[in-house]
């Protein structure tokens, strides 16, 4: 079945850029009917959805991170990453990736499977 | 954005036990309404999805009900890996949003 693994640093200084991919295997990653998104958990927070990212490389991302968020897909490597610019403290958290299936029929999204989770400190 | 308000926000059970978990959202969802469980160190499952929909080879003692802007999860014998914290999470919008988490411990 299709599993995802989240990779990249563990560490990252404040100011510079946060960068993380989420390799898919066992499955396709163009398969119609699903997009890739990532979500994150601060110390002691509730998840916070990030972003996502279509097949077509299409975008879109949450309001509060859309100015420091870039994410892109590479089709033939299976991946797709996250970058988060100009990180602070309050960037420390778990960083998930998930695959969501859509349904056209009531146009219901769910993230159907995830990876287990990366954890990024933001710390000089 | 939806807030969603989950509750208990922890509660402790027994094996066998039959648990209920809350989750209201801030205005009407419809049914898009999914569960996740979490446990530390493994992938996040997905439990249910349109509020009420098991996934395919979803354990069926996960039960969940509801719509609009009140919902349940239920769990109806609590096994020894049910031992987790629980999320709902709506997709009515383009945002989706989560509820703070209920954690399950043992009694």
């Known amino acids: 079945q299709v599993q995802l693994q989240e990779s990249g640093p563990g560490l990252v200084k404040p100011l510079q850029t946060l960068s993380l991919t989420c390799t898919v295997s066992g499955g396709s990653i163009t398969r119609d009917g699903y997009y890739w998104s990532w979500i994150r958990q601060a110390p002691g927070k509730g998840l916070e959805f990030i972003g996502r990212?279509?097949?077509?490389?299409?975008?879109d991302s949450s309001p509060a991170l859309k100015s420091r968020v870039t994410m892109s897909i590479d089709t033939a490597k299976k991946q797709f990453s996250l970058k988060v610019t100009s990180v602070t403290a309050a960037d420390t958290a778990i960083y998930y990736c998930?695959?969501?299936?859509?349904?056209?029929?009531?146009?219901?999204?769910?993230?159907?499977?995830w990876g287990k989770g990366t954890t990024v400190v933001v710390s000089s | 954005d939806i807030q969603m308000t989950q509750s208990p926000s922890s509660l402790s059970a027994s094996v066998g036990d039959r648990v209920i978990i809350t989750c209201r959202a801030s205005q009407s969802v419809g049914y898009h309404l999914s569960w996740y469980q979490f446990k530390v160190g493994t992938a996040p499952k997905l439990l249910i999805y349109a509020a009420s929909n098991l996934p395919a080879a979803g354990p069926s003692r996960f039960r969940g009900s509801g719509a609009g802007t009140n919902f349940t999860l239920a769990i109806s014998s609590l096994q020894p890996d049910d031992f987790a914290t629980y999320y709902c999470q709506q997709s009515h919008t383009d945002l989706p949003t989560f509820g703070q988490g209920t954690k399950v411990e043992i009694k």
């Open positions: 998930a695959r969501v299936r859509t349904t056209v029929v009531d146009s219901h999204y769910y993230m159907d499977v």
């Open positions: 990212v279509y097949t077509t490389g299409a975008t």
